[in-house]
């Protein structure tokens, strides 16, 4: 009977606790979707201003442009969270996201993110790895570098994976001289599922 009733406070204890993220998430997304509303009565506000005080017309065309970026950039937002809350086409499970690279004005050095994510209705927790690997050539000879031997944040070719939603993966990294990097290769492994993702990109710089 105790270990009946033991079981039944950790149930709901769990499910108090997966509503209050739940909860936490919605929240996020309707407050994405409230600043967007105020940014673009913002945007309105500055059109009908320049066509009001045409002197002025240069600053607002460029407080113009920054709003809309920052509505994109709320937009995308939204977008990703409402993938992994309600995710469509069928597709379950673990998944590779985004992968960026940014040039960061040094000579062959680089940021970059990467996300893993959970696409489910009814989130659990995934644990596992995240395997890395830039694919290029040195010289005449095509080569392989495991993302530890080029970026001190990363300690382990196998890169822990924990989480109920997403979980990012970033740092920067050095590529050694002479090395030409073509794409990156991501495995994605969980050990609670059993379930293995493969993704590869083509190697592409964003600016600064």
Request: aromatic share 6%; charged share 25%.
């Amino acid at each position: 009977m105790l270990g009946y009733l033991f079981g039944g406070y950790v149930t709901t204890k769990e499910v108090n606790r997966l509503a209050a993220e739940n909860g936490e998430l919605n929240l996020n997304l309707e407050s994405a979707n409230s600043t967007i509303e105020q940014l673009r009565q913002q945007v309105a506000n500055l059109r009908l201003g320049s066509e009001i005080d045409q002197r002025a017309n240069d600053d607002v065309r460029v407080e113009v442009v920054s709003l809309k970026d920052k509505i994109a950039a709320l937009e995308a937002d939204i977008s990703f969270y409402r993938g992994i809350m309600a995710p469509k086409d069928n597709v379950r499970g673990l998944t590779i996201g985004q992968v960026n690279f940014i040039a960061t004005g040094v000579p062959r050095h680089y940021q970059y993110r990467m996300v893993v994510q959970q696409l489910a209705t009814n989130h659990k927790l995934i644990s596992g790895s995240l395997s890395v690997t830039v694919v290029g050539r040195q010289g005449d000879e095509a080569r392989q570098i495991p993302l530890k031997e080029i970026s001190e944040q990363i300690n382990d070719e196998r890169i822990k994976l924990r989480f109920k939603y997403f979980q990012n993966v970033e740092g920067e990294l050095v590529l050694p001289e002479g090395f030409e990097p073509e794409r990156i290769e991501l495995i994605a492994k969980s050990s609670s599922t059993g379930q293995s993702v493969e993704k590869k990109f083509g190697w592409l710089v964003q600016e600064t």
